[in-house]
C-alpha cells in the first residue's frame, strides 16, 4: 500500500491572493481544511463552512499565525437559507475571489440498496448544495470576476460500483460548472471541477474503507493515493492568473485512475 503525503513544491508566489476573498466548505477537515489553509498561507481572507464549530475552530487555530485570515461559520449546506446569509456576510466582509464547493460525501451501497431518501439526501448534499452555494456567491464573484472550484471525485465519466447516487451528483455538478462558465464567462468568472482519486482522510476512515485501501491503491497506475496538500495547491492554482483561462473543465488529479483499471470497478456491496 502506497498512502501519500506528497507536498509539491510550491508554485505561487506567496503574497498572490493578498487583498483577495475565499468561502470554503467543509473547511474544518480534510482536503477542505487543506485548501483553506494553503489559501491563508497566500493571504487569502478565507471563510470556512461546516456543521461542527469545533472543528473549524482548530481550521481557525492552525491558520493563526498565516499571512491571511481564517474565519468561520457554522452551518449545514443544505439549509438554503442559512447558506444564503452566511454567504452574503462572507461577501459583504471580504469579497469572493474564490467558492470552493468541497462540503460532500455519501454511503457506499448498491442501488438495489439505496432508498429513495437516502438518493435525495445524496443529492440534496453534493448537486442542490453546490448549485445553492453557486448562485448565492454569483454577485460577488461578478464584481471580483472570480473562480469557483467544485471538489468532484475521479472517474465521474464512466462510472462507479457502490456509489451511484454520487456519481450521478457529481457528473450533474460537471453539467451545472460547464453551463455556468458559459452563461457567466462574460461576467469573467470562471468554473471547474477537481477530481481527486483515493485521499486518505477523515472521510475515509471507517473500517470499511480501511480495508479497501489496498485495492484502491492497487487500482490507481501510479501506485498511490492523492494528498489533500496536491488538491489544494491545484485549486490554488485555479483561483491564480495562472488559471486565467481555465473553465469548464474536470481536471481529475488521481495517478491516471479514472483512465484504468480504476476505483470504479471497486465492489460497491451485494445486491443480495
Ligand atoms: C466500503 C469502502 C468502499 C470504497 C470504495 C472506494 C471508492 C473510491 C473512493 C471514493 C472516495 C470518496 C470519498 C469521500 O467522499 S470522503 C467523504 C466521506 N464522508 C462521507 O461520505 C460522510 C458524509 N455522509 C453523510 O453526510 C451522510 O451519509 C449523507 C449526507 C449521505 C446522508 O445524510 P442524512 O443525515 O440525510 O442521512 P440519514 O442518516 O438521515 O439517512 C438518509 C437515508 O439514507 C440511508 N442510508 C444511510 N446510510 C446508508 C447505507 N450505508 N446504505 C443504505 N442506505 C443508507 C438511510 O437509511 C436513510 O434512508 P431511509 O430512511 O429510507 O432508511
Ligand atoms: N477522501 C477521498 O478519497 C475523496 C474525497 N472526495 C470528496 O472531497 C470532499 C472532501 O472530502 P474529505 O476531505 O475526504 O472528507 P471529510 O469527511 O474530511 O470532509 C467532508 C467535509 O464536508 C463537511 N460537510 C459534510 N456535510 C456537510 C453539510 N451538510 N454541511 C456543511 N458541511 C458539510 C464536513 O464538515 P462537518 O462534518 O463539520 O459538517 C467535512 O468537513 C467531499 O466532497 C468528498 O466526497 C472526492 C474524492 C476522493
Known amino acids: 500500500m502506497s498512502v501519500s503525503d506528497f507536498t509539491p513544491q510550491p508554485v505561487l508566489r506567496d503574497d498572490i491572493f493578498n487583498g483577495q476573498g475565499a ?3 467543509g473547511a474544518g477537515s480534510g482536503i477542505g ?10 493571504g487569502m481572507a478565507v471563510t470556512g463552512f461546516g456543521r461542527r464549530e469545533d472543528a ?3 481550521t481557525a487555530d492552525l491558520a493563526a499565525d498565516m499571512p491571511g485570515s481564517f474565519d468561520f461559520e457554522a452551518l449545514n449546506v443544505r439549509d438554503t437559507e442559512a447558506l444564503d446569509a452566511a454567504m452574503a456576510r462572507s461577501g459583504d466582509r471580504h469579497g469572493i475571489n474564490l467558492l470552493v464547493n468541497n462540503a460532500g460525501g455519501q454511503f457506499f451501497a448498491p442501488a438495489t440498496k439505496i432508498s429513495r431518501k437516502g438518493w435525495d439526501s445524496v443529492l440534496d448534499l453534493n448537486l442542490s448544495a453546490v448549485f445553492s452555494a453557486t448562485k448565492s456567491a454569483y454577485p460577488y464573484l461578478k464584481a471580483a470576476q472570480g473562480a469557483v472550484v467544485n471538489i468532484s471525485l475521479s472517474g465521474i465519466d464512466r462510472g462507479s460500483m457502490g456509489l451511484a447516487h454520487s456519481v450521478a451528483a457529481r457528473a ?6 460547464r453551463t455556468l462558465a458559459l452563461e457567466w464567462a462574460g461576467d469573467g468568472i470562471r468554473l471547474n471541477c477537481l477530481g481527486p482519486g483515493t485521499v486518505v482522510t477523515a472521510g475515509l476512515s471507517d473500517e470499511a474503507a480501511r480495508q479497501m485501501l489496498d485495492s484502491l491503491v492497487a487500482a490507481t497506475p501510479m501506485g498511490r493515493t492523492t494528498s489533500v496538500e496536491e488538491v489544494a495547491e491545484l485549486t490554488a492554482f485555479l483561483a491564480s492568473p495562472a488559471g486565467a483561462l481555465m473553465t ?25
Not at 481544511?33 to 497566500?42: D, N, Q
Not at 473543465?249 to 470497478?265: C, E, K, N, V, Y
Request: proline letters at 2%; a negative charge.
Open 23 to 25: 468561502v470554503v466548505s
Open 33 to 42: 481544511r487543506a485548501i483553506a489553509l494553503r489559501l491563508c498561507a497566500l
Open 56 to 58: 473549524l475552530k482548530e
Open 172 to 177: 450533474g455538478v460537471l453539467g451545472l460548472t
Open 248 to 272: 469548464g473543465q474536470l481536471i481529475q488529479i488521481d495517478g491516471a485512475a479514472h483512465l484504468g483499471p480504476g476505483l470504479h470497478m471497486i465492489d460497491g456491496g451485494s445486491n443480495e
